[in-house]
């Protein structure tokens, strides 16, 4: 039997694209001799389509799409992933289905019992978990056929209290199929590898393993599906960040051709550059823009975003806009040129000192002589947004977000200010990683000038200022940022390692008092295994830590 | 034996202020004579902490203050709401429970059984649904207690696949607690009370229900706590949208003193307009601040939350800026003015043309002479921004969003402009809604001046627009629009109803288009059953009906 994966990129609730895309790769799958060919969790309709499932319409389209992909599966089969009604009246009205289609008729239907309902995933929202576990029987063989999070319950303190392969393994299965939407963070492969090589050395099966790929907005799935032997040795990795197909054969419980590997653990910022080039790529694409603008400052952060801009959708589609004020350096406007001169994207020069002036003259009344604070910092903020939309507006550009993760955990950031854009596209990366990732940029040649990377970072919104004056070493702050957002650590267990009992205090409560922010800010591409954004969900009224 | 019910105004993560709040309660219901006192769900710790579940600390703080508050519980009992470890191994970490405390002893957990996941609500995020029911006596009587959604589950087409109620029924129990957190919409005191009457018809025993009171943010729970008897008639009404402590007398089956009673149902407008009030209150108390701010147009949308404000906050706490263009309409600034004067809040005049110069002088480079359009648009509605929000940095006030339903449906509105704000007043009202709350705001004398009521609606943002220019008439656009958000109906059921084909399609699409920006938008106060924000999740990027 020869069993095709096929690694695609989705468009959500994009019928006609999916199920064009979806047929062609029958068609190639059958062409290279394919006997089955396996698509992704929810292909039909992409992942996820969030509350469009409540719309009855959107499942009727599904099921017509996945009909009509069906009749076109002559002499092969398929696995496709769907949305389909749940006939029974108890329950909630849908399930997270896999259609086994062969020859064109519809022979088994699978759906899905453990609904992820954490961090990003909102599963339980929209579907009924199955209590029905059957195999599928096809050209001899018998596939134990999941869901993504169906193999994802073996370890010491399971999330569910059931596993489908428990129930399926009765049945005595000689191969596992999962199709999944396993989105990237910087560690997912290899936890993917991990816990699906357990699943192998579990049931003594072998495993074929679709995942999806492409960006839907904030999450950024990374293909690599894969394929295990039966005592759970990986055989097989395909590629991360792009489309594959790939056909294997698979006859006596062994894929031929394929020898025991090791999963190839990648350098967590060549991944998170490789996922953040996707994600700003296919935001682009899919929302149907091509030109790209930011304001640039001089300093590493929209310098990289300028850099990563220009990776992913050609120079000629970045614009630049440099907009110095009175507390702009000398060198922030040489690094910028700098910058710009290395990329060979396009550039403003637009400075915002007659717009602050105008305000000036426009709050004094009102303002009377007030000493000089955060309210004209954040003027000067507003009024680079104001430039940068009003470019967007006159120009169809697309604003891209610069702040950093660091910056949006602790609200350093004004809010209709530098928080402005379309999307975020270092909102998952703390302030070390963007270092990391600016030299990996620069790795072959002097992109990002080295001045932007070695300068003492600061907003510029007041004579001499530095990030340093109000928060601490960005060493400290991510770390103390790391152990409070990805690990959930309490203050208490925070300085338990070590860290000044009055810093940490600070620090968390910047993050809690910021959660008004966040609430406004762009969506923000995720690239570890807790960002802001709809995987973290926070009251933006409430006491804990304020 | 004597039962009160504590409908209470909970500060999430406030252990310190919830735990005196509860303390006192128990006091004043002990020197009343009660027996025992009920609280709501999640009383100890507010609902909802939503993500703060997900600290360990976080938990560990609740059952702390549980415990602090059953020693303080001599010679009564109690029945709190917390949440609380799982200890199995299997299945989520947490219950969301109910402590059943007599004479500072704990005697009981109930566990929740049915846990709501749609809308606004994320409990199976969090919680591992119960699957253990027994009931609790106490001084001779059989308490079946249940937690919120576990009384929900009897209707043709149930969500869930058990019923609690159908198991404790087999003990024989002679009354049902309910200890709920329901939030308001304007049609749900009606759903509350017919659905907890057929579960009194159903089990035929009386209910005790308890709600909290308080806006959390954008959800605002309205209390309406309620008593029935065990024929489904209703009993007692406790007071909307306002503490209360009510004491019963229940003996034999029977609540002393209380004859039965009919659901008064409010009028929908009345009922907005008082949730309204509470939301801003809150929103203010809760976050520590007592000054608002707006901007006041002279058009309908903020003279009707100017003066909700007035009546929130007080006028002498609330600042309205005048900030006209060239576009705006001579009567504008008097109709504003007249407002101001009505109400006797602040005021300031700050024109925007100086801004708007400065800007079309800082663009010239690039835009030269292409010709007006969005682009200066929404300079205008962003510099109004910069000004607000810098008296807002300068001053201490909280910026009030204006925008209502309608616009935020269909995009009419600039990011980063308008749609600025600490919290929405009017978002989840549709623009026919918010002339019908302007009504009742005038019911006694002219508030709102008429001229603001009756001019057509404008934006002012060039020479003679009118929001008809570009939408349809509010009455027609509203229906769609619920048809749509309420009812996710299809554009072919809602065309089916008589409304224009390409108007409606027209209308579709530009609500899936505008996402990006309500992503963005201050979160709302909800008073409908489908608001805008963190009950309703859609793609930003994607196809289906853009």
């Known amino acids: 039997m020869k069993i095709a994966l096929a690694q695609l990129n989705y468009i959500i609730g994009d019928f006609e694209h999916n199920t064009q895309k979806i047929i062609q790769t029958i068609q190639e799958a059958r062409h290279k001799g394919a006997n089955l060919v396996v698509f992704a969790e929810l292909s039909v309709c992409g992942y996820s389509p969030r509350d469009f499932l409540e719309f009855s319409e959107f499942i009727e389209l599904s ?6 992909i069906a009749a076109a599966c002559t002499g092969i089969a398929c696995i496709l992933g769907l949305p389909t009604a749940n006939p029974k009246i108890e329950g909630k009205d849908l399930y997270n289905s896999a259609w ?59 999330m569910y209290t059931n596993c489908p392969m ?11 199929i999962n199709i999944a939407a396993s989105p990237f963070a910087y560690n997912h492969d290899e936890e993917r590898v991990r816990i699906l090589g357990d699943n192998c050395r579990k049931y003594q099966l072998p495993l074929f393993y679709v995942n999806q790929v492409g960006a839907q907005t904030e999450i950024i799935f990374d293909g690599g599906s894969l394929v295990f032997d039966g005592s759970g040795m990986l055989l097989n990795e395909m590629a991360y960040f792009s489309e594959e197909l790939a056909v294997y054969e698979f006859d006596n419980g062994k894929v031929k051709g394929f020898e025991p590997t090791m999963h190839d653990p990648q350098n967590d910022i060549h991944q998170i550059h490789d996922a953040l080039i996707l994600g700003i790529k296919d935001y682009f694409m899919k ?40 507390f702009s350096s000398d060198h922030s406007v040489q690094d910028a040129l700098d910058l710009v001169r290395n990329l060979g994207c ?16 426009t709050m004094k009344p009102v303002f009377k002589n007030l000493p000089f604070n955060v309210a004209e910092e954040n003027i000067q903020a507003r009024s680079r947004a104001i430039i940068v939309m009003a ?6 550009y697309i ?64 004579p001499g200022q530095r990030d340093s004056d109000s928060l601490p070493d960005y060493e400290i702050l991510d770390e103390i940022l790391f152990q409070y957002i990805e690990l959930k650590k309490s203050s208490s267990e925070i300085i338990k390692q070590g860290f000044d009992e009055s810093l940490v205090k600070k620090i968390l409560r910047m993050v809690n008092v910021a959660e008004f922010k966040r609430n406004q800010a762009a969506p923000i591409l995720r690239v570890s295994p807790k960002a802001f954004g709809m995987g973290r969900r926070l009251p933006i009224v409430g006491k804990y830590l304020n």
């Not at 022979?107 to 929202?125: I, M």
């Open 391 to 396: 470019m967007s507006n006159k120009f169809g």
């Open 63 to 68: 099921e017509k799409s996945a009909k009509e």
């Open 346 to 361: 396009k550039h403003e020069i637009i400075p915002i000192n007659q717009a602050a002036s105008a305000f000036e003259n």
């Open 399 to 462: 604003l891209l977000n610069t702040s950093n993760k660091s910056e949006c955990a602790v609200g350093y950031g004004t809010l209709y200010g530098d928080m402005a854009g379309a999307i975020s596209v270092l909102g998952d990366v703390y302030k070390t990683q963007v270092y990391k990732l600016s030299n990996y940029i620069n790795r072959e040649r002097e992109i990002i000038p080295l001045n932007s990377i070695i300068k003492p970072p600061s907003a510029e919104l007041r």
């Open 166 to 176: 428990d129930e399926l393994i009765k049945e005595k299965p000689d191969l596992m």
């Open 287 to 326: 929302s149907g823009f091509s030109k790209a603008i930011l304001g640039l400052s001089g300093g590493i952060d929209s310098a990289l975003v300028c850099a990563l801009a220009s990776e992913a959708l050609g120079p000629e589609n970045v614009m630049a806009v440099l907009m110095p004020s009175e």
């Open 100 to 158: 086994f289609i062969e020859n064109t008729e519809l022979k088994a239907v699978v759906n899905k019992a453990l609904l992820p309902n954490y961090d990003v995933f909102d599963e339980y929202r929209y579907f009924e978990p199955s209590v029905d576990f059957s195999c599928i029987e096809f050209m001899g063989h018998k596939i134990a056929l999941t869901i993504c999070e169906d193999l994802w319950n073996i370890n010491d303190n399971p």
